[in-house]
C-alpha cells in the first residue's frame, strides 16, 4: 500500500505542480489539506482542481477564528512589527496552518507532510518547525528543496507538458499570500528594488493613497484588555472587525508597505504588503498604550515587542520563550481598554482622541497650572539627584584641566586642632 501524503494546498502554482509530482516520485497518495485563513479562495474550485490534478481527497479546514484570537490578537498585543514595518501577515498564520496538517495527518494516518514553500524562502522554516513541534515523528517533504524545477515557469512546463490546467499565466505571475490580515506580493518588477511598484496592476485589498477620496474618515475602535472588540460603536467578533476595518483601511490608502527585509535563511527580498485594517489597529493599539502603560513597563515591552517579531517571523511560535513573552504582554494588558479615534486620509493615520478608564493621565500633574499633587519646588533637589553622574564627571574634567572643583574641600561648620579633630 502506498504511503499517504498531506499536502498544505493552497491552489496556487506552486502546491498545484507538487500533486502529480509527489504521485510519480513518491509513489503515494496525496491528500490535499486548503487551510482557510481568509484568503480570498473559490473553495469549491480549489477542491475540484486538486482532485483534476491527481489528488485522493481534498478538504478544507475554515480556522479564521481561531487564527485571530489565537495568533493575530497575540501579535498585536505585543506590538511585533518585524524590522519596522511589517506586520507578520504570512508569520502569524503559518504555525496555525502546520497545526491544521498535522491534525490531519494524524487523521488520515499518514506519514508525512508536504509544502510548497521554496529553499529560499522564509515559510519552510515556519511550516517545518512547527511541524517538527508538534509531530517530530512526521516526515517533511519540500520538493522545491530536491527536484529539479528552478523557476515558477519550470513548474508551469511540467504541468503543460501533462497537459494538466495551470493555475497562473505568464503575464501575471506575482508570488502572492494572502489572508484576513494582509496580502504579500513578490516578483516580477519587484525582484529590482531599483524599480517603483506598479501598484495599479499590484494592489487587490487597497487604493493607492493619491487615489483615496479627498475627505477624511474617522473610525473609533473599542479595546478590551488589549484586544479590539467594537468598531465605530457597534461590537463585532474579530473576523467580522478585521473585514470592516480592511474595507475602511483600504478605501483610504491605509497600510501599504514596500520592503526590502531580512529572511531567515540569510538573504533579502523585496516586497510588498497590503495590510488596512492590520495597520489601522497597530496604530489605535500604540495610542492606547500611550495612555495606559507606566513608562517602565512600557520601555521593557518595546523590546518585548522586538524579540516577539523576531520568534514569529523565524517560524519560533512554538517555543516556550513565545509563549513566556505572550504571558508577560498578557499581564501588560490588563489595563490596555479604552477608546481610540482616528482620522485616516490618503494613507495616513492620525490619532483624534483617546479615552480609558485606565488611564495615567493626570491633568494636575500634566497641567501647566500648579496643582496639589505637584510643587515646582520639589524639581530642584530630584534634578540634582537625577543628574548627580553628570555634575560628577563635569567636575572631574574640570580639575583635570586645572579648575578648581567645589567639591574638592568639604566645608566644615567648626574649627578643628591639629589632629582634625572638631573643638567643639
Request: glycine content about 8%; aromatic content about 8%.
Amino acid at each position: 500500500m502506498s504511503k499517504k501524503i498531506i499536502l498544505a494546498y493552497s491552489g496556487g502554482l506552486d502546491t498545484t505542480v507538487i500533486i502529480p509530482w509527489l504521485k510519480e516520485n513518491q509513489d503515494c497518495e496525496v491528500i490535499a489539506v486548503c487551510v482557510d485563513v481568509g484568503q480570498a479562495a473559490d473553495w469549491k474550485a480549489i477542491q475540484k482542481r486538486a482532485m483534476a490534478i491527481g489528488a485522493s481527497a481534498c478538504y478544507v479546514a475554515d480556522v479564521k477564528k481561531e487564527y485571530v484570537e489565537e495568533y493575530i490578537w497575540p501579535a498585536l498585543k505585543a506590538g511585533a512589527i518585524y524590522e519596522d514595518k511589517y506586520l507578520l501577515g504570512t508569520s502569524t498564520a503559518r504555525p496555525l496552518i502546520a497545526k491544521v496538517l498535522v491534525e490531519y495527518a494524524r487523521k488520515e494516518k499518514a506519514t508525512a507532510v508536504a509544502h510548497g514553500a521554496t529553499g529560499k524562502g522564509n515559510d519552510q522554516v515556519r511550516f517545518d518547525l512547527g511541524i517538527m513541534a508538534l509531530a517530530p515523528d512526521l516526515e517533511i517533504i519540500a520538493p522545491w528543496r530536491i527536484w529539479k524545477i528552478k523557476s515558477r515557469e519550470d513548474a508551469m512546463r511540467f504541468l503543460a507538458r501533462r497537459k494538466l490546467p495551470i493555475p497562473v499565466t505568464k503575464k501575471n505571475s506575482y508570488s502572492m499570500d494572502d489572508n484576513l490580515w494582509h496580502i504579500s506580493h513578490e516578483g516580477l518588477e519587484l525582484e529590482d528594488p531599483a524599480n517603483e511598484p506598479q501598484l495599479k496592476k499590484l494592489l487587490a485589498m487597497t487604493v493607492a493613497p493619491e487615489k483615496a477620496s479627498n475627505k477624511a474618515e474617522y473610525a473609533e475602535i473599542e479595546f478590551d484588555k488589549g484586544i479590539p472588540v467594537a468598531l465605530n460603536g457597534k461590537k463585532m467578533e474579530g473576523v467580522q472587525l478585521i473585514n470592516q476595518l480592511n474595507k475602511i483601511g483600504g478605501a483610504n490608502g491605509i497600510g501599504i508597505v514596500d520592503l526590502v527585509e531580512n529572511r531567515v535563511v540569510g538573504m533579502k527580498s523585496r516586497g510588498v504588503y497590503e495590510t488596512p485594517g492590520g495597520s489601522i489597529l497597530y496604530y489605535a493599539h500604540k495610542e492606547l498604550e500611550y495612555l495606559c502603560l507606566d513608562r517602565q513597563t512600557y520601555s521593557f515591552k518595546q523590546q518585548v515587542s522586538m524579540k516577539m517579531a523576531e520568534l514569529i517571523y523565524g517560524g519560533l511560535w512554538f517555543t516556550p520563550l513565545r509563549e513566556a513573552l505572550s504571558a508577560f504582554v498578557d499581564n501588560t494588558q490588563t489595563s490596555v481598554s479604552g477608546k481610540v479615534r482616528l482620522k485616516l486620509y490618503k494613507g495616513s493615520i492620525s490619532s483624534a482622541g483617546v479615552t480609558s478608564p485606565n488611564s495615567l493621565y493626570n491633568t494636575s500633574l500634566a497641567s501647566f497650572t500648579t496643582g496639589e499633587l505637584f510643587n515646582h519646588a520639589d524639581a530642584k533637589g530630584f534634578i540634582k539627584l537625577y543628574g548627580l553622574p553628570v555634575l560628577v564627571r563635569s567636575l572631574m574634567e574640570l580639575e583635570k584641566k586645572g579648575g578648581k572643583s567645589p567639591a574638592a574641600k568639604p566645608k566644615t561648620t567648626g574649627k578643628t586642632n591639629s589632629k582634625g579633630k572638631s573643638k567643639k
